[in-house]
C-alpha cells in the first residue's frame, strides 16, 4: 500500500521547535524528491522546503535558517526541523513525494504556535 504518514505536529510556543516526521511505505523511496508544503486557513498550499533524491535541498525564504529538512532513505523517512516557530508558522503541514510523472501526499500534520 502506498502511503505516507505524517507525525510529529502539536501546538508550541512562540520560539518552539517541533520535528515533524513523513514515513513513506509502498515506494522506492530513494529515487523521490520528498517535500514538506503547508496551507494556512483561507490560504493556499505553499512549499516550505524540499530535498532531492541526490540529497541537495531547497528552501521557501520565509523558513530559510529556522527550518531543516533531511531525509533517512533507510528508514524510509523525511524530517522538518523547525526551529524559532512564530505564529505564522501555524498551518497543517503536508508531506509529499515526487517523481517526474507522479506526485503523493499525506494527511498533513496540523502545528499551531501560539502562546
Given at each position: 500500500?502506498?502511503?505516507l504518514v505524517e507525525s510529529?505536529?502539536?501546538?508550541?510556543?512562540?520560539?518552539?521547535?517541533?520535528?515533524?516526521?513523513?514515513?513513506?511505505?509502498?515506494?522506492?523511496?530513494?529515487?523521490?524528491?520528498?517535500?514538506w508544503y503547508r496551507q494556512?486557513?483561507?490560504?493556499?498550499?505553499?512549499?516550505?522546503?524540499?530535498?532531492?533524491?541526490?540529497?541537495?535541498?531547497?528552501?521557501?525564504?520565509?523558513?530559510?535558517?529556522?527550518?531543516?529538512?533531511?531525509?533517512?532513505?533507510?528508514?524510509?523517512?523525511?524530517?522538518?526541523?523547525?526551529?524559532?516557530?512564530?505564529?505564522?508558522?501555524?498551518?497543517?503541514?503536508?508531506?509529499?513525494?515526487?517523481?517526474?510523472?507522479?506526485?503523493?501526499?499525506?494527511?498533513?500534520?496540523?502545528?499551531?504556535?501560539?502562546?
Open positions: 500500500q502506498v502511503q510529529g505536529g502539536g501546538l508550541v510556543q512562540p520560539g518552539g521547535s517541533l520535528r515533524l516526521s513523513c514515513a513513506a511505505s509502498g515506494i522506492r523511496f530513494s529515487i523521490y524528491d520528498m517535500g494556512a486557513p483561507g490560504k493556499q498550499r505553499e512549499l516550505v522546503a524540499r530535498i532531492f533524491s541526490g540529497g541537495s535541498t531547497n528552501y521557501a525564504d520565509f523558513v530559510k535558517g529556522r527550518f531543516t529538512i533531511s531525509r533517512d532513505n533507510a528508514k524510509n523517512t523525511v524530517y522538518l526541523q523547525m526551529n524559532s516557530l512564530k505564529p505564522e508558522d501555524t498551518a497543517v503541514y503536508y508531506c509529499n513525494a515526487e517523481l517526474t510523472t507522479r506526485a503523493l501526499w499525506g494527511q498533513g500534520t496540523q502545528v499551531t504556535v501560539s502562546s
